[in-house]
């Protein structure tokens, strides 16, 4: 055994009130165990983050058990198998993306870890465009808001991992695609890079008025990321027989207060419209569909795909509260190998 | 012509801001017109009281036009063609129900008006069970709750028009039916005569309490006739892929401040469940099919229906404000003829 490699990790320390704060993770540092008949060792290069694990950070009840006080942070990650002892689903080499957690290395048996192939696209797409957030974005947008030609859809969070895969798989089915993104130069890129139609930036616009202005005949589909007022303004908006996707509420997730809900629901009524909540791990046994789809997009140049990655395991807490201030452009990614 | 009848209409005067008040409404008397060819005078008996009405009063974009101010009221309605002139869709003597409005005579062609067979069930039933009321249960709870023997049903407004029938027929296919009523003998009524499994009295008990005892699992169905705090309370509960039905929210139509939004709504997200809603103008083409079956669940004693008949034009306001306060139980009817 190589006894230099230490694992470095963060451990959920106190449960967060609001925003995670210096106390909210702990670095721990610790030895790598010997390696068990079928198990590997995974050195791990990248660690997705995602707005849903501040979710996973509260002791309620939920789609997954809350991370428990004492554990490594859950986390989607990518990394190369390093060791291996008997049998094992992976070999020395092998590039795989799963759960590994906020940490350097990790030693399992290989369940839900699949490897991917580090030719066919770059290693970061696997934790976006080919991973969990296009995956949201694929089923979400073609299942859940069951778009048709000539639709007009409405994405928040829209140049965010999920919502610029949502807004260029809409633009690709012949939707008129209208984002929402916080700030000038995002609203910039969800346009001239994504190629959606037009970009409101809630930051400085009326939203009302841009919407009355890019939807002129009201919305078809209402993908929704963020939550609050925004949910609440589009609501009003929705055409007879609506879809709005609840994928995510982000600019819930800090608060200490009440959630914000929705006042304007009851045009829900008046349009017998929907309002369906979405959890992508109900698609787990299609997720290979997707992902050669939306390969097939890149390769075509149909999709694009952006990486936005920050470096040092000692940086996540920075790094992961950039989903919640907005200060980043496409999916967030924590490079942790050096 | 016989001059000596007198249409006594009540006409909206001024839009309400909240509960309607006295002037919100004035009855006023014309004489009735000759009928032109093609036309006929229906002497109207009962008039429809309907939550949905106070909807109708407020200037805004909605499903159907508000009521203009001087125009009689719109309602649905149950009378006797009395008089017709050349060649109309029915013959003096005949039942008909339709959009009559609160007046006691209306002239028409007969559109949006059907004949209706007073030898096969009661008048009133035409306004209830089989009357609009009916047809919103049986598409709502059918079509947009989807309901599956064995699930877990909850209704609120379990004791009203629409709530009453809805329960009764989750229960004939198979459901566990819980309903929320207003009062101890309200209560009593959902269970005893209704047959319901269970009624929780929401103005004495515990709801999050109740609905733990009495949807130990979860609620599979929720069929919100109120909104409010009952709407979000029942979010809490809902098991995984379970569906809303937002037919309506009284709780919320006399409001004068915001609307009460429902803060637990990302429960639809964690249990990948849908909030719908309904209006049942569109399953016009179906409400055939629809009165054949009730009507027959009624002769074989499967559905009771219940309507709470007040009489005399004059005291509408004080007879329709009974549907906010919660002062009748089953169908609410205004008995206009002598």
Same mark, same amino acid.
Not at 5 to 28: A, F, H, M, S
Not at 286 to 301: F, L, P
Not at 310 to 338: A, C, H, M, P
């Given at each position: 055994?190589?006894?230099?490699?230490?694992?470095?990790?963060?451990?959920?320390?106190?449960?967060?009130?609001?925003?995670?704060?210096?106390?909210?993770?702990?670095?721990?540092?610790?030895?790598?165990?010997?390696?068990?008949?079928?198990?590997?060792?995974?050195?791990?290069?990248?660690?997705?983050?995602?707005?849903?694990?501040?979710?996973?950070?509260?002791?309620?009840?939920?789609?997954?058990?809350?991370?428990?006080?004492?554990?490594?942070?859950?986390?989607?990650?990518?990394?190369?198998?390093?060791?291996?002892?008997?049998?094992?689903?992976?070999?020395?080499?092998?590039?795989?993306?799963?759960?590994?957690?906020?940490?350097?290395?990790?030693?399992?048996?290989?369940?839900?870890?699949?490897?991917?192939?580090?030719?066919?696209?770059?290693?970061?797409?696997?934790?976006?465009?080919?991973?969990?957030?296009?995956?949201?974005?694929?089923?979400?947008?073609?299942?859940?808001?069951?778009?048709?030609?000539?639709?007009?859809?409405?994405?928040?969070?829209?140049?965010?991992?999920?919502?610029?895969?949502?807004?260029?798989?809409?633009?690709?089915?012949?939707?008129?695609?209208?984002?929402?993104?916080?700030?000038?130069?995002?609203?910039?890129?969800?346009?001239?890079?994504?190629?959606?139609?037009?970009?409101?930036?809630?930051?400085?616009?009326?939203?009302?008025?841009?919407?009355?202005?890019?939807?002129?005949? =009201?919305?078809? @589909?209402?993908?929704?990321? #963020?939550?609050?007022? /925004?949910?609440?303004?589009?609501? %009003? +908006? *929705? $055409?007879?027989?609506?879809?709005?996707?609840?994928?995510?509420?982000?600019?819930?997730?800090?608060?200490?207060?009440?959630?914000?809900?929705?006042?304007?629901?009851?045009?829900?009524?008046?349009?017998?419209?929907?309002?369906?909540?979405?959890?992508?791990?109900?698609?787990?046994?299609?997720?290979?569909?997707?992902?050669?789809?939306?390969?097939?997009?890149?390769?075509? =140049?149909?999709? @694009?795909?952006?990486?936005? #990655?920050?470096?040092? /395991?000692?940086?996540?807490?920075? %790094? +992961? *509260? $950039?989903?919640?201030?907005?200060?980043?452009?496409?999916?967030?990614?924590?490079?942790?190998?050096?």
């Amino acid at each position: 055994m190589d006894t230099n490699l230490i694992n470095y990790k963060q451990v959920l320390k106190n449960r967060p009130y609001g925003i995670p704060d210096d106390n909210t993770w702990e670095l721990v540092k610790t030895k790598i165990e010997d390696l068990k008949d079928g198990e590997m060792l995974i050195q791990q290069d990248y660690i997705s983050l995602d707005p849903a694990m501040r979710g996973w950070m509260n002791d309620v009840r939920s789609y997954i058990p809350p991370v428990q006080i004492g554990e490594v942070m859950r986390a989607g990650s990518l990394g190369r198998v390093i060791r291996v002892s008997g049998k094992t689903p992976f070999k020395v080499g092998d590039y795989v993306s799963g759960w590994g957690g906020v940490q350097s290395y990790i030693i399992t048996k290989g369940e839900n870890f699949y490897k991917i192939n580090p030719d066919r696209s770059s290693l970061t797409s696997y934790l976006g465009a080919l991973g969990m957030p296009g995956m949201t974005a694929y089923f979400g947008i073609l299942e859940v808001g069951e778009i048709k030609e000539g639709e007009t859809v409405l994405v928040s969070g829209a140049a965010g991992a999920v919502g610029s895969i949502v807004g260029q798989i809409a633009k690709i089915k012949g939707c008129n695609v209208v984002g929402i993104a916080g700030g000038k130069s995002k609203s910039k890129y969800v346009v001239e890079s994504l190629g959606f139609d037009s970009c409101i930036d809630y930051k400085e616009a009326n939203l009302v008025n841009e919407l009355k202005k890019y939807c002129p005949k =009201g919305i078809d @589909v209402y993908f929704d990321n #963020v939550g609050g007022e /925004i949910l609440d303004t589009a609501l %009003v +908006f *929705l $055409r007879k027989k609506a879809r709005v996707v609840i994928c995510g509420a982000i600019s819930q997730y800090n608060s200490t207060g009440n959630i914000i809900g929705p006042k304007n629901y009851l045009s829900l009524l008046v349009n017998r419209a929907s309002m369906r909540g979405m959890i992508v791990l109900d698609y787990a046994a299609e997720y290979g569909v997707a992902m050669k789809q939306i390969s097939e997009w890149i390769q075509e =140049g149909r999709i @694009v795909h952006k990486e936005d #990655v920050y470096e040092g /395991i000692e940086n996540f807490r920075d %790094v +992961f *509260l $950039r989903l919640f201030t907005g200060d980043k452009i496409g999916k967030l990614i924590l490079k942790i190998s050096k």
